[in-house]
């Protein structure tokens, strides 16, 4: 099986305002890939277009085409969501346009910081960040800005102030 080093941990939004791992994997078999391109899903409470807010749902951790917690991309977990670094980069995706929910920025909170321990020199970027990114503002909120708080080991709490989340009623009816 072919490895090689993980340098990279994207961060991408759905570009949609609810959904599961089911929904995105469905979406991305519709354009020809082997399916779903992320190794992971961070859920937002909204299941679906037309469905009530569901806490159970919100900050729900699915995984994706394949993670195993090392510091390797192993064939199986080469997935599809930054060019030219997928071989290098596992890709978690959080549902949602521009507005995340406090669940969700904790659950990636604490996925990166087991990522940051198996591997220290790995790269917590925003796709935007990337240089293949091509104009792409994904996942739409300031990923530098959240790196830091990783970073400097700050405490959950504070998210919520520093990242101007709204509350999950505030997410339905989100206009882009
Ligand atoms: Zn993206």
């Known amino acids: 099986m072919m490895s090689y080093k993980m340098e990279y941990l994207v961060v991408h939004c759905s570009d949609s305002n609810w959904g599961t791992r089911k929904d995105i994997n469905n979406w991305h078999l519709a354009r020809g890939w082997k399916g779903i391109g992320y190794n992971a899903v961070i859920c937002n409470g909204y299941k679906t277009s037309k469905s009530q807010y569901d ?14 917690f090392n ?5 199986d977990e080469k997935a599809a969501h930054v060019l030219n670094y997928n071989h290098k980069a596992i890709g978690i995706c959080l549902i949602g346009r521009k507005l995340f929910t406090l669940k969700q920025y904790t659950v990636l909170y604490n996925f990166c910081k087991v990522f940051k321990a198996i591997n220290p020199k790995i790269k917590i970027v925003g796709h935007y960040e990337m240089s293949t990114a091509n104009g792409k503002t994904c996942p739409n909120f300031d990923v530098s800005k959240f ?19 709204k509350l999950p009623v505030q997410l339905h009816g989100e206009t882009v």
């Open 147 to 165: 790196r830091e708080l990783i970073e400097e080991d700050m405490y959950i709490a504070t998210l919520q102030g520093t990242m101007g989340i």
């Open 55 to 68: 806490k159970k749902l919100d900050g729900l951790f699915e995984e994706g085409r394949s993670l195993d």
């Open 71 to 75: 510091d390797y991309v192993d064939s």
